[in-house]
């Protein structure tokens, strides 16, 4: 998705950035990346709420553990979706409070993509390039 915004933004604005004597490092910084801006932090947000979303390609690639684990600095560290599944499917004594952890838990991965894909609207709204002024 970079460098697709990146392909749009219209040559018109560089050429123009050249005809002032600019040079083509100080175009890139100064208008093409303030213009493309906002479509690759849109593109990044996006990438990272899909991730989330679509956990088993994840769960192939990177594993899974089936412990919990409450040191954040050592060792494997259980997914959100592994947890949420363990705790549906293997509740242990209380099986009422692990469904309730187990939903707990789904809806703060649906939380968490609803707030990315807000981060990503307002980042695109902001950093969008000004119409006429």
């Known amino acids: 998705s970079a460098e697709e915004m990146l392909k749009l933004v219209p040559?018109?604005?560089r050429e123009a950035s050249y005809a002032l004597g600019v040079p083509k490092w100080l175009t890139?910084?100064?208008?093409?990346?303030p213009t493309a801006l906002a479509g690759i932090a849109t593109?990044?947000?996006l990438a990272i709420a899909r991730v989330i979303g679509e956990t088993a390609p994840l769960l192939i690639i990177a594993?899974?553990?089936a412990s919990m684990n409450y040191n954040l600095f050592s060792e494997r560290m259980m997914t959100l979706?592994?947890?949420v599944y363990n705790q549906?499917?293997?509740p242990g004594m209380?099986?009422?409070a692990a469904h309730e952890r187990a939903w707990t838990?789904?809806?703060t991965l649906i939380l968490i993509v609803v707030v990315l894909n807000l981060i990503a609207r307002l980042v695109a709204k902001i950093f969008a390039p000004k119409a006429g002024r």
């Open 28 to 33: 890139i910084v100064k208008v093409v990346l």
């Open 105 to 107: 838990g789904a809806l």
């Open 11 to 13: 040559n018109e604005l």
């Open 94 to 96: 209380n099986v009422s």
């Open 81 to 83: 979706p592994v947890y």
């Open 88 to 90: 549906y499917i293997a």
């Open 63 to 65: 594993g899974f553990t």
């Open 43 to 45: 593109g990044v947000t």
